[in-house]
């Protein structure tokens, strides 16, 4: 086993979050994935981080699967495989990987030199027993439990073999199994029930979780028998930090001016004027990591009335104005996306003429399909209803910003006739609406490694809850052409056939006005200087500290 290098301990007050925004910091150093390097590691200390997605209900990602599992899921579990910069997979817990000839089955071939925290040996078995987890209905799995629906089993061949046996072919599965929401776990960790492992997840990662806070802090500490980083990682061995202060600092400006004030070296979710200044020399650095899969989006459901009618559909998106929004709301942080899929997917498709604000266009639609008297606001009425679309919007997942470009939304939907009812939720109430269909329009962020997520978002399988309850169709397509594009895309291994599949499938989802892009997920964090050799992990965006460490 490999020791912990010999720390330079340093001592640093942990001290008070700053409440207050100060102004007028600048930042530097603009990076895509990583923050740079400029001297020696430096061993020891305790990395404060301050996140803004919503503190999990369960530190378990196999639980459910969300966003903010998955950040800090990241520090202390590792996947059987990871993805580098190129979007090529790679060895993690798994060395190897072979496909059968009919691809009905996959071996892989297991590191044999690794232990959970608990002392119990990572094996095959262990692998068994972590699909089967995620499969049982009992564990409420939802994204992992989507991303395992064509694996049937894992048998052991050997210790450090374990077959995937499919009932299809997946030409998704290493991208699925480099995820999070799909790591490895101590057996005899998820043995204990799923209460006591929410509390904490035990892993093979570079850091243990010594303490959960709640609606304050989780406290990690150092890994001093780490031995399994990822392929493409920095150094091998147990990681340079001493700790990690995982706080959890919903406001905005609350988490800068503490990242102002010398609090925390580490902050997520900052709002856009603040990143603009990167363009400026200053203080801070930013590390920018769109997160791969799905684009934000705002999705129609075409299930119930009125976008029920495609041409109220088309009509919703034909009228409202994004592009003036994300101009001013962004700052050149966010591009707009015409896509269904994230820029950073090599098989992203846009066709940018189908988004064109046209109100002309917008009212002769709304007068065809029969909605043609208005009340004295303005909203249209057809049948003696009124034209209302109820739009539910996480306060844990929107950044102000992104409110606001929703208020633009309204205001140019409004024009055409719409009346578009914004409800700021948490997000416990906003899966409550989403859950009884209380909705005609909502923006859900869906994060999956590969194209495999149109799958997930818009094949009529997906209009069925998966176990935690949620349903990822939320525009509730359902066209057997759709669904056949999609089922061939994943089940063959000719990449031409697959792109192109994927290319068709596209055309329809956006051609039938489904959804409307806005731009991609945003991963941004800013990093204090002393905060050297962090990245973006290139799988699904989460920030990695294995490799990171408080320069003097």
Not at 16 to 21: G, H, I, N, P, Q
Not at 61 to 74: D, E, R
Not at 319 to 329: F, K
Request: charged residues 20%; hydrophobic residues 40%; aromatic residues 8%.
């Amino acid at each position: 086993m490999r020791t912990a290098p010999t720390p330079a301990r340093r001592s640093r007050p942990v001290g008070l979050l700053a409440v207050a925004l100060a102004g007028g910091v600048l930042l530097s150093g603009c990076q895509a994935g990583e923050a740079p390097v400029s001297e020696d590691p430096v061993a020891g200390g305790t990395l404060r981080y301050a996140s803004g997605d919503a503190e999990p209900t369960c530190l378990d990602p196999h639980v459910g699967g969300n966003y903010p599992q998955a950040l800090l899921a990241s520090q202390f579990l590792e996947s059987l495989v990871s993805r580098d910069e190129s979007g090529e997979i790679i060895p993690w817990l798994a060395e190897s990987w072979e496909p059968s000839a009919d691809g009905l089955s996959w071996d892989f071939t297991l590191r044999d030199d690794v232990e959970f925290t608990d002392g119990t040996p990572f094996d095959a078995e262990a692998v068994k027993v972590n699909m089967e987890h995620l499969k049982d209905p009992a564990t409420q799995s939802s994204t992992g439990y989507l991303a395992l629906g064509k694996v049937d089993r894992v048998e052991v061949v050997a210790p450090d073999v374990a077959r995937f046996v499919l009932t299809a072919p997946d030409s998704a599965l290493l991208e699925s199994l480099s995820q999070p929401w799909l790591a490895i776990e101590s057996p005899e960790g998820l043995a204990r029930g799923m209460e006591e492992n929410c509390e904490a997840p035990i892993g093979t990662g570079a850091f243990i979780v010594d303490g959960w806070v709640k609606q304050e802090r989780v406290s990690l500490v150092r890994n001093d028998e780490y031995v399994s980083p990822p392929a493409d990682a920095a150094h091998e061995g147990p990681a340079y930090l001493e700790a990690i202060d995982w706080r959890f600092v919903p406001d905005a400006a609350s988490r800068y001016a503490a990242l102002q004030g010398g609090q925390v070296d580490v902050i997520d979710n900052p709002q856009p004027d603040t990143i603009a200044a990167a363009d400026e020399s200053g203080a801070f650095t930013w590390i920018d990591a769109p997160r791969p899969g799905a684009s934000n989006r705002i999705e129609l459901n075409s299930s119930q009335a009125p976008f029920d009618d495609e041409r109220v559909r088309e009509a919703f998106i034909a009228a409202v104005d994004v592009n003036d929004g994300i101009d001013a709301l962004y700052f050149g942080t966010a591009g707009r996306s015409y896509s269904a899929l994230s820029s950073v997917e090599a098989l992203a498709y846009s066709e940018p003429e189908l988004f064109t604000t046209d109100l002309d266009r917008a009212n002769a639609l709304l007068d065809e399909a029969g909605w043609t008297e208005r009340d004295d606001d303005g909203t249209r009425m057809k049948d003696g209803a009124s034209l209302v679309l109820r739009f539910p919007v996480s306060t844990n997942q929107s950044v102000p910003a992104e409110q606001s470009l929703f208020e633009q939304v309204q205001a140019t939907a409004k024009e055409a006739g719409f009346d578009v009812q914004i409800s700021l939720l948490d997000l416990s109430s906003w899966y409550g609406a989403l859950f009884a269909h209380e909705y005609e329009i909502v923006s859900a962020p869906y994060t999956k490694v590969g194209p495999d997520v149109l799958r997930i978002l818009y094949h009529s399988d997906s209009i069925t809850p998966a176990p935690s309850g949620y349903f990822a169709n939320l525009a509730q397509v359902d066209d057997p052409e759709i669904d056949a594009l999609l089922s061939g895309a994943a089940s063959t291994s000719d990449p031409a056939e697959r792109a192109a599949q994927y290319e068709e499938a596209q055309r329809l989802i956006l051609g039938g006005h489904y959804l409307l892009p806005l731009y991609d997920q945003q991963n941004s964090f800013l990093l204090s200087p002393e905060v050297q050799g962090a990245r973006a992990l290139p799988t699904v965006s989460t920030p990695s500290f294995s490799d990171a460490w408080l320069a003097e």
